[in-house]
């Protein structure tokens, strides 16, 4: 890979730069704190004080608080496919999936597809475990399944990694079609694909299409070579650190086993916390708060880029999630539009953070989750004087 | 090894049984949950919801929250060593922090040392990273050096791991002078010590040697050879999940990527909560009383041991932590005893848990932090008619 943490560390440096200067941020993968459901979630803790403090305490099980791993599996059920609490492993934010699955599945040199532009995060998992990164080509429907089985001639990867809804960083979409292909090839094939799923819930008009963890009811043999992993860091807070992992039934003792050696198990008061806080209803309550927030801010942010910048600028419109994607028709390095931005005040992360190898250096993602919508028209603006320039 | 996750299952399944039947159980590893703080603790949780809460439900640092970090530093900081808050990783207990050691420097079927008996959670950590696991011979004293010598004239480990102050499970305290020595030959040979020290903070009569960590300041060159972790697992509570890890310089930087691909960072809003808990002084508080009464239950099951199966068990009075360690003077397998045990309703996890490989199957581990003196008296009493039937 031509990936470095060194590259990844853009990102939090950017971030971290907006941060303090006080400019107009598109930088971040942040939610934003203005959302968070300080008083439910509040609420949520003194309910543990009071009922089950002790236990929260002490160790738990390693899966996870059992109340807990039953509502995951609720929320993470469709009619083509039920998921039982056993089948839920809590996991520090949905990270830990990630990890998880690359140190169950992998072996240092073993080869790993993913759909790229791709999270970063992820790419630093798949670095440190010394695996061949191998980017599959997508568009706004996701990995192009004719690119992924033209690599499937060439390579045996253990493990594709995919973000199939409002992914990070190019908000694509993964169509229905491509995803049952998807499913049909890791059968054919063999290989385990991961699903990274923290964004499907945060729709702006309609619905996502079905996860592959729902698909894999449909699709015969599927359910054996899909890995579903969630979180609750977008739709909940990200402190926390609350996710979950749905492995196939073959593999689930051995993700336990590596959760164990990992951490023994995840914090137990926020577990305790966060179920109370969906059984209270506020988590069905105020996510449709935090989708409505998020769609105003995209529709603000493809209104200004249409109205400054269609001529130099490829995007399309965010259906979901909290990020879009543009790319420079004239091409260069969005690292100097980066530079020169800043000096405007605006910040956003350059596309070759985003890419395992042969990154397309003109790319560049902006996030719409963090600023309200007339700091996202002057933040356009200013990036629209500074392309002119 | 012979180690498999099924025979580290043991204590999980004995611990298990003993909390469903409701006997006396000497079989957890857990501190005693009646000694959990609430009240403080709560209050810790309240001001965060004051004063730090939308900073601790968003993303933070990856090295984990600045105070605590400054916090910790301190407390691991002796006149010969200081610590510096930059040098502190927050990890999800200690075991994050062996897990961690574990990836940075060490690859599949590199050679690891330890002490043995040694605590099963990290045997797990080795087992799943596919590392070839040697026991160093240890006594009352800890490992000896010269069987570390001769080991090392043979064996070129990456690690060696070592729990040097109140071992779990044999209770043993890593002398003084075998400290330096075990330094000396880490720089000599060019190996890393990974010191695992929940327990030190654990004294009964007066406190235990200066940690790795504190006679690495001493020993020329040792700074680079020294992973420290430790954890408040058993000082404030586990299920929290907070611990952390003092890499040596030339390290950081890898620990950090490690953590980050890991899981982020750890949750916050606890990190926070064990600040605030600290700063109002409730850990110095309240840490002498689970000293005295762990000092307590140690001296009634020393005594309850010496009364009636002095002629017929090995073991020692323990001077710190949670458990003592008995070996069955006739042999036999120590499974067996457990099993006749539990007939009794007294519950325990025999050595063959503790050992990478030629287990000394007559041992045994008790601990005597989870049952109140007259519970410990009973269960000894029990014990001994078990084994003189």
Redesign the interface.
């Known amino acids: 890979m031509d990936y470095s943490?060194e590259l990844g560390g853009i990102i939090y440096q950017v971030a971290s730069m907006a941060r303090r200067a006080g400019g107009i941020s598109f930088a971040?993968?942040?939610?934003d704190?203005?959302l968070?459901d300080?008083e439910g979630?509040?609420a949520a803790?003194?309910q543990v004080?009071r009922d089950s403090?002790?236990?929260?305490?002490?160790?738990?099980e390693r899966e996870g608080h059992p109340p807990l791993r039953a509502r995951l599996a609720a929320f993470s059920s469709t009619p083509s496919r039920t998921v039982a609490a056993e089948e839920v492993i809590i996991?520090?934010?949905g990270?830990?999936g990630i990890?998880t699955a690359v140190?169950v599945l992998t072996?240092?040199g073993d080869t790993v597809f993913m759909d790229s532009p791709v999270f970063p995060?992820a790419l630093?998992?798949f670095?440190?475990a010394g695996l061949n990164g191998i980017s599959v080509a997508k568009d706004r429907d996701g990995l192009i399944p004719e690119s992924l089985e033209a690599l499937l001639k060439v390579h045996a990867p253990k493990l594709i990694y995919v973000v199939p809804s409002y992914s990070n960083p190019d908000g694509s979409v993964l169509a229905l079609e491509r995803r049952r292909r998807l499913l049909e090839l890791a059968v054919h094939y063999r290989f385990h694909v991961l699903e990274d799923d923290p964004y499907s819930r945060l729709w702006f008009d309609t619905p996502a299409p079905p996860s592959l963890l729902a698909l894999s009811g449909e699709v015969p043999g599927a359910r054996d070579w899909l890995i579903h992993v969630s979180s609750l860091?977008k739709l909940v807070?990200?402190?926390?650190?609350v996710g979950w992992m749905i492995p196939p039934a073959h593999l689930r003792q051995e993700f336990v086993?590596?959760k164990?050696?990992?951490?023994?198990?995840?914090?137990?008061?926020?577990q305790h916390a966060v179920e109370n806080y969906w059984a209270a209803g506020r988590m069905e309550a105020h996510l449709p708060k935090i989708r409505a927030t998020y769609a105003g801010r995209a529709r603000a942010m493809h209104a200004a880029l249409a109205e400054h910048l269609a001529d130099r600028l490829d995007f399309a419109a965010p259906q979901g999630g909290m990020f879009m994607w543009c790319r420079v028709r004239a091409g260069g390095d969005a690292r100097d539009l980066m530079d020169a931005a800043r000096r405007e005040g605006v910040y956003f992360v350059p596309g070759v953070a985003f890419y395992p190898r042969d990154a397309d250096r003109a790319t560049f993602r902006l996030s719409f989750a963090t600023t309200p919508e007339d700091g996202i028209a002057e933040g356009i603006r200013r990036l629209s004087r500074v392309l002119a320039g």
Request: net charge positive.
């Open positions: 943490p971040g993968g942040y939610p704190p203005a968070f300080t979630l509040a803790f003194n004080f403090f002790r236990v929260a305490l002490q160790y738990g996991a520090n934010g990270q830990q990890e140190r072996r240092r995060t630093q998992a670095h440190l860091s807070a990200p402190g926390l650190r086993w590596t164990l050696a990992t951490d023994i198990h995840s914090a137990l008061p926020t």
